[in-house]
Structure formats: structure tokens, C-alpha cells
């Protein structure tokens, strides 16, 4: 379970980031974001939120993202090996953190978890899972 009062920090705003991003940002929770693209983070911070350029190694940008104070790690990037090695990373400085992460595929589940993820969501399963609770009436 997430725990402590500090930001979540979110990796990644596409289309899953920027939706989680704005859930979380209209319920109160203090969020950092991180994303690779410079226009989309400084547009979050136009919108008054706090946001991370990544750039240099994965354990730098989670401490730029303030790692050591987060009550909870997001990675939501598409690329699975990029996902992984922040997920270790992140792992390394802060065993106690939990970490969610999207998955593309059921190898990239197990991938994920294996780097240290303690939830991973592949949307395909999930899709999948709402559709039959609709049939079954769930």
C-alpha cells in the first residue's frame, strides 16, 4: 500500500500519464511528474504543478523527482526496459516505496515485477476483465 503524505511521482505523460496526472491532480494529491519531453512537463507547470525533466541516469531523475520523500512511484513510459530500470532504481533507494507500473504485454508483467514492481496493470487483461464482470454481471 502507498503510505506517508509526500507526492506521488508519476513517469510519463502520454496518454495513461496525462489521464492519471489529471485524476490525481483534480483530487488534491500531491503529484510530481516526469516525462522525457520538456514542452509537456513545462505545460504542467504553467498549470501551477511540479514537474521533472528526466534527463541522466534513472536513480538521478527520481532524485530530482524527490524519491526520498514520495509516498508512491508511477511509471507509466511504454518502453518496458526503460520502465524496468527506473523500477530498479527506484527499488535500490527506497526498498519500502510502492511502485505501480503499465505493461504492454504478459512478458512485460512478469518484467516488471521482477525489476520490483509490487502492482502491474497490462491493459489488455484489464480490458478483458471488465468486459466478461458485464457479461457475467459482476
Given at each position: 500500500?502507498?503510505?506517508?503524505?509526500?507526492?506521488?511521482?508519476?513517469?510519463?505523460?502520454?496518454?495513461?500519464?496525462?489521464?492519471?496526472?489529471a485524476q490525481?491532480?483534480?483530487?488534491?494529491?500531491?503529484?510530481?511528474?516526469?516525462?522525457?519531453?520538456?514542452?509537456?512537463?513545462?505545460?504542467?507547470?504553467?498549470?501551477?504543478?511540479?514537474?521533472?525533466?528526466?534527463?541522466?541516469?534513472?536513480?538521478?531523475?527520481?532524485?530530482?523527482?524527490?524519491?526520498?520523500?514520495?509516498?508512491?512511484?508511477?511509471?507509466?513510459?511504454?518502453?518496458?526496459?526503460?520502465?524496468?530500470?527506473?523500477?530498479?532504481?527506484?527499488?535500490?533507494?527506497?526498498?519500502?516505496?510502492?511502485?505501480?507500473?503499465?505493461?504492454?504485454?504478459?512478458?512485460?508483467?512478469?518484467?516488471?515485477?521482477?525489476?520490483?514492481?509490487?502492482?502491474?496493470?497490462?491493459?489488455?487483461?484489464?480490458?478483458?476483465?471488465?468486459?466478461?464482470?458485464?457479461?457475467?454481471?459482476?
Amino acid at each position: 500500500q502507498p503510505h506517508g503524505d509526500g507526492p506521488v511521482i508519476l513517469i510519463g505523460l502520454g496518454r495513461v500519464g496525462s489521464a492519471i496526472a489529471a485524476q490525481l491532480s483534480e483530487a488534491k494529491v500531491p503529484l510530481v511528474v516526469v516525462d522525457q519531453d520538456r514542452l509537456k512537463v513545462e505545460r504542467w507547470r504553467r498549470g501551477g504543478g511540479r514537474g521533472v525533466v528526466a534527463g541522466g541516469s534513472p536513480a538521478e531523475v527520481l532524485s530530482d523527482a524527490g524519491i526520498a520523500g514520495a509516498r508512491m512511484l508511477m511509471v507509466t513510459v511504454p518502453d518496458e526496459l526503460q520502465g524496468g530500470a527506473l523500477i530498479e532504481a527506484a527499488r535500490r533507494l527506497r526498498r519500502d516505496l510502492f511502485i505501480t507500473a503499465r505493461a504492454h504485454s504478459e512478458e512485460g508483467v512478469e518484467y516488471l515485477r521482477s525489476r520490483g514492481a509490487d502492482l502491474v496493470v497490462y491493459a489488455e487483461r484489464e480490458i478483458a476483465g471488465r468486459m466478461v464482470e458485464n457479461i457475467l454481471g459482476v
